[in-house]
């Protein structure tokens, strides 16, 4: 089955700076999508990124403040903005890579201090 | 998308055989019944998909009643390595062009001891 590379796997962050999440897939897809999941929460939707065109945000998510980049076909990145320490949390991505069944990456552990 | 209904936590012993039901009471006729797992510091893992009657693969059983209103996800002989959260899913179908987001609920919480 196809790998989804995420980077960093952790950080740690100064309140008021940013963090961009790069996420590779290892064959082309039309659809990737950032998920956050809270500690011992499950997963929320933050966007969802196609190749081409701004990518769409679900309620509560901003651009100013999630920025996402999907310059080709394999490749995406979600920037935290301006962090907070509510912004500390589990950061995923995610597209689909077979005929069903999702893949997701490792996900990406911040801490905002 | 159809909501989901699982049990916050479920406890079991290494050997042991664990079903996991989930309810849907409003899943449509498209929808497909799609079962991940999450260990910790791991994304989700595909398990096992149906549609309806039985679905069986290396991992699982995936059961569904002829009213498709639930779902039972069954795992065999169970170590202390499937302690993992396991999410029940509803919508898109196996030929889906991965268009559309996965939409997670509470999920299960299931602890294996030894």
């Known amino acids: 089955s196809a790998v989804i590379s995420q980077k960093p796997s952790r950080d740690i962050c100064q309140r008021g700076t940013s963090l961009t999440i790069q996420c590779q897939v290892d064959?082309?897809?039309?659809?990737m999508f950032w998920y956050r999941q809270q500690p011992g929460q499950s997963l929320t939707l933050i966007a969802t990124a196609n190749q081409g065109s701004e990518a769409t945000y679900e309620s509560g998510f901003v651009i100013d403040k999630f920025p996402i980049s999907r310059p080709n076909l394999t490749f995406s990145t979600l920037t935290v903005s301006n962090m907070s320490p509510e912004d500390s949390s589990i950061y995923l991505c995610?597209?689909?890579?077979?005929?069903?069944?999702?893949?997701f990456g490792s996900g990406t552990r911040l801490t905002v201090v | 998308l159809a909501k989901t209904t699982q049990p916050i936590s479920m406890d079991s012993y290494e050997g042991q055989e664990v079903n996991i039901t989930c309810s849907h009471n409003n899943i449509a006729t498209n929808d497909y019944i799609t079962w991940y797992q999450q260990f910790p510091s791991q994304g989700p893992r595909f398990i096992i998909q149906?549609?309806?009657t039985k679905v069986t693969n290396e991992v699982a059983s995936l059961f569904i009643p002829a009213d498709r209103k639930s779902s039972t996800l069954s795992l065999p002989r169970v170590s202390l390595s499937d302690t993992a959260v396991y999410y029940c899913l509803v919508g898109g179908s196996s030929m889906d062009t991965g268009r559309r987001a996965l939409t997670f609920g509470s999920g299960t919480r299931l602890q294996v001891q030894p």
């Open positions: 149906g549609y309806k």
């Open positions: 995610s597209a689909q890579t077979g005929t069903y069944g999702y893949t």
């Open positions: 064959s082309q897809v039309t659809m």
